[in-house]
């Protein structure tokens, strides 16, 4: 069955009415030309809701569920800082994988070497968009929050930091307590300056991948599934 992720959704015992969700309906009518009695799925704040469609007209989305799924609130908080790439297009890849791999919180700050430095409200709906499709793909619980991260210090407290930075190119292992919080920070191209690590606190963790000079979207995923798998 297709997943759909909503931001809002009105349910009344046993029917969902979904409106004004232009979309949707064209997602629905136009892309899949669906019919009375398709079978989906609608998700939205922790639980999916299997569903039989019931009508579809104008901008309206009548419904019957079969089923209500819920899940527990996960253990890990799963966040990631990226630096700005040089290009929009590796910023995108790297938001629709880390999606895909179901990061909770990524954080996009400006390192020294970074050309773009924040964003706007176009690239961020973009983002946003991307972010959706490759959830509903992937058949994510949640959607990921994406943070223009202005000072790194405000979200230091608390978290030990690990820096992939090809300044270390031995490979280690973790061998830390899988329990113990971590924030990870991948570096933009041409790696981090001294002045980017200025910004961190002294007990800091640097990790290599190998000999490896990696595009900086490539590291991204990599690490990702490493730190998904392993810890």
């Keep these: 069955m297709q997943l759909f992720i909503l931001d809002t959704i009105e349910v009344k015992k046993d029917k969902i009415q979904i409106n004004n969700n232009e979309e949707l309906v064209y997602q629905l009518r136009k892309v899949l030309r669906i019919k009375p009695w398709y079978e989906c799925v609608f998700q939205c704040n922790n639980r999916r809701y299997e569903v039989i469609i019931d009508k579809l007209a104008g901008n309206e989305i009548q419904a019957s569920v079969s089923n209500i799924i819920e899940w527990p609130k ?35 700050r400006k390192s020294e070497r970074s050309v773009p430095s924040s964003l706007n409200e176009n690239k961020l709906k973009r983002f946003k968009k991307i972010m959706r499709e490759a959830s ?5 619980r949640t959607l990921p929050e994406l943070i223009h991260l202005n000072n790194i210090e405000d979200i230091l407290k608390g978290w030990n930091l690990v820096v992939f930075d090809f300044k270390q190119i031995e490979w280690i292992e973790f061998k830390e307590k899988k329990d113990q919080p971590y924030l990870w920070l991948i570096w933009p191209e041409w790696w981090l300056t001294d002045l980017d690590y200025s910004h961190f ?26 730190i998904k798998n392993w810890l």
């Design 136 to 140: 509903e793909q992937s058949w994510n």
């Design 74 to 108: 996960e253990e890990k908080e799963t966040w990631m800082i990226i630096s700005y790439p040089n290009k929009q297009e590796k910023l995108e890849l790297i938001i629709q994988k880390l999606t895909e791999i179901w990061i909770k919180k990524i954080y996009l």
């Design 201 to 226: 606190s002294k007990n800091i963790k640097i990790r290599g991948l190998w000999e490896s000079v990696l595009r900086m979207e490539t590291a991204a995923i990599v690490w990702w599934w490493i």
